[in-house]
């Protein structure tokens, strides 16, 4: 389903543009924390499942929580941006990411640690929407194209959260610590983008959902298909090499930081 956007060419309360340069930041910067927050994630993978004692097959049904909770809040995000505009779901989005993220460390159960990357997919999953169109707004107004610098301050994030991580596990940093301190980076970000975002509210303008056709069908086939990949490397790398014995658990977040870079 297609979700429709708010008009990306109105102008905020205050009749300032869209455009400007705090915009921009306040974008790039919400790029960057889901980046940060998702690779910061994938280094515990390792640790998360000696703690849970689970199997190969229970650990994919657990990991299979974050997406699931993300495509759970996806379709509620863009009627809510629709209504009310971007800036509270990218805040909100990112505030959930930073307070689930040290709870994914001390979730000792299956069930436990299930809820808690449920939540952290839905929070990361309605940053992503919303970012996207607020990043939409911004790049229509300025005339020029801007949506790939936006998309690869998701990958430096990425790049970011998955060495500081590793870097702190290395060192025997606890990884509840080590969430704390790499949350402190994502709240610090969030509060340098949240004044900077766009403050008008959406303009709905047609039905919240249209059933999709003809090559849209063909696009988000293939999209699945990309992060289906992009998924199964970003939970997975780490845990073959640590079970292959090649490395550590605490240096496993380097294929973690071989993938956001590729």
């Given at each position: 389903m297609t979700l429709a956007l708010a008009n990306p060419m109105s102008r905020e309360t205050e009749g300032r543009p869209i455009d400007r340069p705090e915009t921009r930041l306040a974008t790039r910067l919400a790029f960057l924390v889901a980046g940060f927050g998702l690779a910061a994630w994938a280094p515990l993978v390792p640790y998360a499942r000696e703690r849970v004692g689970t199997?190969?097959?229970?650990?994919?049904l657990l990991l299979l929580s974050l997406g699931v909770g993300s495509l759970v809040a996806m379709p509620m995000t863009g009627i809510l941006s629709a209504r009310f505009g971007s800036k509270p779901i990218i805040?909100?989005?990112?505030?959930?990411?930073?307070?689930?993220?040290?709870?994914?460390?001390?979730?000792?159960?299956?069930?436990?640690?299930?809820?808690?990357?449920f939540v952290f997919g839905a929070a990361l999953g309605s940053l992503d929407v919303a970012m996207n169109i607020h990043a939409v707004e911004v790049e229509k107004a300025a005339?020029?194209?801007?949506?790939?610098?936006?998309?690869?301050?998701?990958?430096?994030?990425g790049c970011?959260?998955?060495?500081?991580?590793?870097?702190?596990?290395?060192?025997?940093?606890?990884?509840?610590?080590?969430?704390?301190?790499?949350?402190?980076?994502m709240l610090t970000s969030t509060a340098v983008a949240a004044p900077r975002l766009l403050r008008q509210t959406g303009h709905q303008h047609g039905p919240l959902f249209e059933i999709p056709r003809g090559i849209v069908v063909i696009l988000s086939g293939l999209?699945?298909?990309?992060f289906l990949v992009e998924d199964a490397m970003l939970d997975w790398s780490s845990l073959l090499l640590?079970?292959?014995?090649?490395?550590?658990?605490?240096?496993?977040?380097?294929?973690?930081?071989?993938?956001?870079?590729?």
């Open positions: 199997d190969d097959g229970m650990l994919g805040v909100s989005g990112a505030l959930g990411m930073v307070l689930f993220l040290p709870l994914l460390t001390v979730a000792a159960t299956p069930i436990s640690l299930g809820l808690a990357l005339h020029t194209p801007l949506m790939s610098g936006f998309h690869a301050l998701f990958s430096i994030g970011a959260g998955a060495l500081l991580m590793t870097f702190m596990l290395m060192l025997q940093t606890p990884p509840l610590v080590a969430t704390l301190l790499s949350a402190l980076v999209t699945a298909i990309t640590t079970s292959k014995e090649i490395v550590e658990p605490s240096r496993a977040g380097l294929a973690t930081f071989s993938s956001q870079s590729r």
